[in-house]
């Protein structure tokens, strides 16, 4: 009994992406398939980072095609491409960055540069390249986090090489500004030196540049919001009351500039008690679902106040890469899959809903 490529199609639509909630078929992921005398051959490549996901999926696929009558054998290839990046009108797009991600949060001191770190470390920990960027002028703390020291080379004296760690590329504010200097002296300082950042660094070929925000909604957060040609944002709050009123307010201003919201992360949700494990909100509870329910946006994840994370950060070696098989790392691997993917639908989005937007190819 003879196959052809018709029923190889349709068992692939029959195949669902368990990340993205659709089959092989819609989600455009199939690039070829083919067969000949028996063989089947496919080549499937994913538009978000999920190297960690390959083999499983392989699996899958070859027994659902090797079921088929007339299958003799099956050549399945997996990879990932992460897609170019659609981003506010008008905005010079920056050369070899697939993709801008602002992290940012309506108030100080919620975890928002942790919650940077972790993602990107996570999306590099997937198979992407990725680049962090530390704008936080009020407390630029990635050097610390990473255990950074030195000052980024300039082989041309205008331009930066990016300092390395741990597999991410990265230049923060820390290293240009003074940051013993009062902020009402920095201010003016800021938009010149954050330009130099992100313009004057020489980034190699990122799929990811994550950008650690500086906190708040204020006139520098909304400059540096219009400066950056920015794929999304992901807004980092905690459940309280307050936090999450600064962090609506967040969400409206990049909305105003056009930015979507790929997520929001809710950090410190709760506190795991060292002693016996307990779990306590002491923050209070339900607060960011709600916020995500009543604006149409995703909670792409939850971290609990865990001392293991804030002891990794200060030691300059973060949850992901200090204790990769822990529980909290899990988290931020889901929420830079989570992060991934709504990058991939957005771009996919906008292409379609806004066709005078600047696209970058690669
Ligand atoms: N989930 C967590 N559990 C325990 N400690 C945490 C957690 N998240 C962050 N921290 C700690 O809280 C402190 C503040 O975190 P972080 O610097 O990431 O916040 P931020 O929002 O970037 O602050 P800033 O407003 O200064 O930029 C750090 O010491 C960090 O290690």
């Known amino acids: 009994m003879s196959i052809d490529n018709a029923q190889i199609q349709a068992a692939l639509a029959q195949i669902i992406d368990p990340h993205m909630g659709e089959d092989l078929i819609s989600t455009k992921s199939i690039r070829y398939s083919a067969i000949e005398k028996g063989c089947v051959t496919v080549d499937v490549v994913l538009g978000y980072p999920a190297q960690s996901q390959f083999e499983a999926l392989h699996t899958r696929i070859t027994h659902a095609l090797a079921a088929l009558p007339g299958v003799e054998s099956v050549d399945i290839t997996i990879s990932q491409q992460i897609t170019a990046h659609a981003v506010q009108h008008g905005i010079k797009l920056l050369p ?11 108030k100080g001191g919620v975890g928002k540069s942790t919650t940077a770190v972790n993602l990107a470390l996570a999306l590099a920990a997937e198979g992407a390249s990725v680049g962090l960027l530390d704008a936080d002028i009020y407390g630029p703390s990635q ?8 000052k980024p080379e300039s082989k041309d004296g205008k331009s930066m ?17 003074d940051t013993d200097t009062p902020m009402v002296w920095r201010g003016p300082m800021v938009t010149s030196a954050f330009d130099q950042l992100l313009k004057q660094t ?3 070929e990122l799929d990811y540049l994550i950008v650690d925000m500086p906190p708040g909604t204020g006139d520098i957060q909304l400059t540096l919001a219009q400066r950056v040609p920015v794929t999304g944002a992901v807004i980092v709050t905690t459940p309280q009351d307050i936090a999450l009123l ?21 950090n410190m949700s709760t506190h795991i008690c060292t002693h016996c494990g307990h779990a306590e909100p002491i923050f209070g509870a339900g607060g960011a679902a ?24 200060d030691a300059g070696c973060p949850t992901v890469v200090a204790q990769p098989q822990g529980h909290n790392a899990g988290i931020y691997r889901e929420i830079a899959r989570k992060v991934g993917i709504a990058v991939a639908r957005k771009a996919r989005d906008m292409r379609s809903k806004f066709p005078d937007i600047v696209v970058q190819n690669t």
């Open 290 to 313: 709600q916020m995500c329910a009543q604006y149409g946006v995703e909670l792409v994840g939850s971290l609990p106040l865990d001392i293991s994370i804030r002891e990794r950060t």
């Open 246 to 266: 600064d962090a609506k307010r967040g969400l409206k201003m990049f909305e105003k500039v056009g930015i979507p919201i790929l997520g929001i992360v809710e």
């Open 143 to 150: 050097p610390m986090m990473l255990g950074l020291e030195g």
């Open 96 to 106: 070899n960055v697939k993709n801008i991600i602002a992290v940012a949060s309506g």
């Open 161 to 177: 090489e990016p300092l390395e760690r741990y597999g991410i590329q990265v230049n923060s504010i820390g290293f240009l500004v």
């Open 202 to 204: 020489n980034w190699r």
